[in-house]
């Protein structure tokens, strides 16, 4: 048995009524990365999740840059590099009439800028270690966590603008299990449950804002397969294709070790719902493109599929909303409470990429919350500069990713920008920076630029 796939032991379970200072609702990167950042900064941290380890996620598995620096400040970079890992040095675009780019991330200048390339491996694998480096740190700090405890209430007090949350109940196992029910409370509670979290979900309810919207969250579907043809080792580019089946949405192959791929399919729910006539599932689509698309079915003839590799899951998309009743990409806080992550909808609506968000908005609620200046209550006034400060950081890059959504729904303008991009350099060099650095992204924006780049010969 892998390292990864041992059960972590998370010691005992606090006793009903329990109180501290902050409470961890899920223990997925964002919420393991935010219960790390609050026991660094001395707070007794409660961390709960669902689930127990190991566990599973649904997910494309690549780690980018901005990923790594938080992950490397926790001190889980040792641990992925000591296990099997696939190590991303570019991206290779592909588009539907056949034309690819392959924009490499050179590693030398992404570290003169201090940055890092990006890492793929498996979320079973990536998460164990987020979530046992986070027990370890947790537990060192006087918390506790608790796994296999599904959170099935949020406690709500007080009505208007004097309405706040107070923590949560719970049951070990679920919540029918026999289990009695267990209530914790702590001034501040970090909903981190992912798209569907019963913190952020409570935040949006009291405050009469949805919580859900299709033309905002994403289908994704993923498959792990062995022996697919023409990819590296342990070093290459991850693929991300756009084909005419699946236009809106793009198909990836992301090795994650060697010998295997994790293979899959994203597309808006939104669109989905459109394609209904054709009543095919995201699970359908992709089995077609394996089997009898002509670009990837050579390339599939000696591949297996690994059993019980096959999932869908959902990604809430960071795109910015049409008329938002109050803060975007969608209300993620309030006093007592702040989101991250998926709870906060903040996944990059080009790249699918949600991990980085999850944990840089983890380290932002540990900077917002002050153990002793806040230890009545998480006030609504830290909520507001909470969310103001996370658009302001991520509302940038997440508006620039929304256009470049929707203009690859632009079949024929995406075949011309790949096929333009294939035969220039400096455009594979702009989209290596866009990727890399979020300033670069302001300078892709600039109509000046786009003209130099994409129309002068
Ligand atoms: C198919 C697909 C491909 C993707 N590809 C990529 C990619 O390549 N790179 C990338 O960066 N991102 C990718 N993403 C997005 C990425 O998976 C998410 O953004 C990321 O997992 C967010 O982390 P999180 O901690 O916020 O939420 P999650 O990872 O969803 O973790 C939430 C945790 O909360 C727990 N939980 C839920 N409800 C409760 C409850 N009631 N009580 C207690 N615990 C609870 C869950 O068990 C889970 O462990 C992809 C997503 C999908 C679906």
Not at 201 to 215: A, K, N, S, W, Y
Request: aromatic content about 8%; hydrophobic content about 40%.
């Amino acid at each position: 048995m892998e390292q990864w796939e041992q059960p972590i032991d998370t010691g005992e379970v606090p006793d009903d009524g329990s109180n501290f200072d902050v409470i961890v609702v899920g223990g997925g990167p964002g919420g393991a990365a935010a219960a790390s950042y609050h026991a660094m900064n001395g707070c007794r941290v409660l961390m709960l999740e669902k689930a127990v380890w190991p566990r599973d996620k649904p997910c494309g598995d690549a780690v980018g840059g901005k990923s790594l620096s938080h992950v490397e400040e926790l001190g889980v970079l040792p641990m992925i590099e000591a296990t099997p890992h696939y190590v991303v040095d570019s991206i290779l675009f592909g588009s539907t009439n056949g034309s690819e780019v392959r924009v490499m991330l050179p590693k030398e200048s992404y570290e003169a800028k201090g940055l890092m390339s990006g890492y793929a491996l498996p979320r079973i694998q990536f998460d164990y270690m987020m979530f046992k480096r986070a027990t370890e740190i947790v537990l060192e700090a006087d918390g506790a966590v608790i796994q296999g405890f599904s959170v099935n209430d949020v406690t709500v007090e007080g009505v208007g603008e004097g309405v706040r949350i107070l923590g949560v109940k719970g049951k070990v196992g679920g919540a029918r299990s026999e289990e009695p029910e267990l209530a914790f409370r702590a001034p501040l509670t970090v909903g981190a449950g992912g798209y569907n979290c019963p913190v952020s979900r409570t935040i949006t309810e009291v405050h009469g804002e949805p919580f859900r919207d299709d033309e905002h969250f994403c289908g994704g579907y993923r498959e792990y397969w062995e022996n697919v043809g023409g990819l590296g080792d342990s070093e290459g580019p991850i693929e991300i294709h756009f084909i005419d089946e699946v236009l809106p949405g793009y198909f990836w192959l992301f090795p994650v070790q060697k010998g295997v791929v994790n293979v899959g399919i994203g597309m808006l729910i939104s669109e989905q719902r459109k394609q209904k006539g054709k009543k095919k599932s995201l699970k359908q689509i992709q089995k077609w493109v394996i089997e009898e698309h002509p670009r990837f079915k050579q390339r599939f003839a000696n591949a297996t599929l690994v059993p019980k590799s096959q999932k869908g899951w959902q990604l809430p998309f960071g795109s910015p909303r049409k008329n938002a009743p109050s803060f975007q990409p969608r209300r993620g806080a309030m006093a007592g409470a702040m989101a991250v992550g998926d709870a906060a909808s903040l996944v990059d609506p080009f790249s699918g990429e949600g991990i980085g968000n999850a944990l840089l908005t983890a380290k932002m609620t540990s900077r917002h919350f002050d153990k002793e200046l806040h230890s009545d209550g998480f006030p609504e006034d830290a909520a507001v500069a909470y969310m103001e400060d996370m658009w302001k950081e991520l509302g940038k890059e997440l508006s620039n990713s929304t256009k470049l959504q929707r203009l690859m729904k632009r079949k024929r303008l995406t075949n011309w920008f790949i096929k333009k991009a294939s035969k220039k350099k400096e455009i594979g060099e702009m989209m290596s920076e866009m990727i890399a650095s979020k300033e670069s992204q302001e300078v892709l924006w600039s109509p000046w630029f786009m003209f130099k780049t994409l129309i002068l010969p």
